[in-house]
């Protein structure tokens, strides 16, 4: 994509190396999260505003205008902007479904169901599957993962087993639809793709669950667990039309980017306006205490920490590129290696590295490659994160909530028929796609 201005070129500076060694540090931290506890939002916001105020000097001692140097800025704030309320409104609704007893509903449906124990893994993992695709990784590993705990409190094996099934399910869902993932959904805003080219992945996605489910499933114990005393959790007052309100949002934000060629975001904001306006009539109709809806109560339990590691890493990154680093990066990986060995290599560094700032440094080194090609880093950097227990959200998360049943170890187990997986995607996506 053509850009207003150019990179300064000043990457062998001592003080660009030292923008660079500022990222690397807070993205240390981040990567510590688990341990330190410091939320990942922290360093990243801070070493973004260092690093752009060593640009502004950079740029000042380059004598490039003011002008150039705004517009720099500015490209990086539309980027973050058009991302944040996006992923605002999605966070939203799924705050409201939550609220209105979608998810408990579902969770308690599962448990009176009393499946067996290679029942429940397939289960749990073609739910998350397809739930990740409408919500984020981390909330739908969550929320399944509630229920194998649930279920397997006994079953030590089963729970850890299960744990790693829900992470790979998780990003697998999440990389062909671009509701599904943040990585999928900046490709999709930055017009490199449109909206049901990346149902084209659904096939590779389905292979890169399916391949290490099976072998694991085997290891699954043949039994069933023991009954659970669950009573039935009743939905709210409008939960059914909250979801249904959910996929009309979705109509009218690709709708608003293939009709009306404006961003989805704009789409994204009507919904919550129709979610606000309905809420209101919630309020209205049901005064009691306990149904009390309140909107802004939602927008409020969005995942702040999320929204704003997103503005230190699109401006961290958007920085070094400013200065010359992913040109550099592009030549070394795009150029040395090839397009095709550079989107596999992405993917496994989004399993120790987050996805998120891999993929903005991709969309921001303005790369020549055509559908295929963007359709293979989508897909790479959505189930990259599944090698490691700490290369997504979702790994992150279920070690928090499994009571040390399942930890980076017990994934790591699993890492070899998890690799089989990634490379049986991206061998389906080039006979399929290429």
Same mark, same amino acid.
Not at 136 to 148: I, R, Y
């Given at each position: 994509m053509a850009e207003e201005f150019s990179n300064l070129g000043l990457t062998g500076t001592e003080r660009g190396i030292y923008t660079v060694l500022i990222f690397i540090i807070a993205y240390g931290f981040v990567m510590a999260e688990e341990f330190t506890h410091l939320r990942k939002s922290k360093p990243v916001i801070f070493a973004a505003a260092v690093i752009w105020a060593h640009v502004a000097i950079l740029a000042q001692e380059a004598g490039v205008p003011g002008e150039q140097l705004h517009a720099a800025f500015e490209h990086d704030l539309k980027e973050y902007a058009e991302l944040m309320l996006f992923l605002l409104v999605a966070m939203t609704y799924i705050n409201a479904m939550a609220e209105r007893n979608v998810f408990e509903a579902l969770r308690s449906w599962l448990i009176r169901k009393q499946f067996g124990y290679k029942q429940l893994f397939w289960i749990t993992g073609i739910i998350t599957f397809f739930l990740s695709a409408v919500a984020?990784?981390?909330?739908?590993?969550?929320?399944?993962?509630?229920?194998?705990l649930a279920v397997g409190k006994d079953n030590e094996t089963f729970v850890s087993i299960g744990f790693v099934n829900l992470v790979i399910a998780a990003n697998a869902g999440g990389a062909f639809c671009p509701f599904g993932d943040i990585?999928?959904?900046?490709?999709?805003?930055?017009?490199?793709?449109?909206?049901?080219?990346?149902?084209k992945l659904f096939i590779?996605?389905?292979v890169n669950f399916a391949v290490p489910a099976f072998f694991m499933s085997r290891a699954i114990p043949d039994a069933q667990p023991e009954a659970v005393d669950e009573a039935a959790v009743e939905l709210r007052p409008g939960a059914i039309q909250v979801c249904g309100l959910?996929?009309?949002t979705i109509v009218s934000a690709v709708s608003f980017k293939q009709f009306l060629h404006l961003p989805p975001f704009m789409g994204m904001m009507l919904g919550l306006s129709v979610l606000m306006l309905y809420g209101y009539s919630l309020k209205v109709r049901y005064t009691v205490e306990g149904s009390r809806f309140d909107?802004?109560?939602k927008v409020k339990a969005a995942e702040w920490d999320t929204l704003l590691f997103f503005f230190g890493v699109v401006f961290a990154v958007g920085g070094l590129g400013y200065i010359g680093y992913l040109e550099l990066l592009s030549a070394a990986m795009y150029d040395g290696l090839g &397009?095709?060995?550079? #989107? !596999?290599? @992405?993917?496994?560094?989004? &399993?120790?590295?987050? #996805? !998120?700032? @891999?993929?903005?440094?991709?969309?921001?080194?303005?790369?020549?490659?055509?559908?295929?090609?963007?359709?293979?880093?989508t897909l790479t950097a959505g189930v990259g994160g599944s090698l490691f227990s700490v290369g997504s959200a979702a790994g992150v998360a279920l070690m928090g909530q499994s009571n040390h049943k399942?930890?980076?170890?017990?994934?790591?187990?699993?890492?070899?028929?998890?690799?089989g997986g990634y490379f049986a995607s991206i061998l389906t996506h080039y006979l399929i796609n290429g």
């Open positions: 984020d990784n981390l909330t739908s590993a969550l929320l399944v993962g509630a229920v194998v990585t999928t959904l900046m490709v999709w805003q930055a017009g490199y793709a449109e909206f049901f080219d990346f149902f590779p996605s389905v959910f996929l009309l909107i802004f109560n &397009a095709t060995t550079a #989107n !596999i290599l @992405v993917g496994i560094i989004s &399993a120790v590295v987050d #996805n !998120i700032p @891999v993929m903005f440094a991709v969309l921001n080194m303005n790369l020549d490659m055509d559908l295929y090609q963007w359709l293979l880093v399942y930890t980076f170890f017990s994934h790591l187990k699993w890492t070899p028929v998890i690799a």
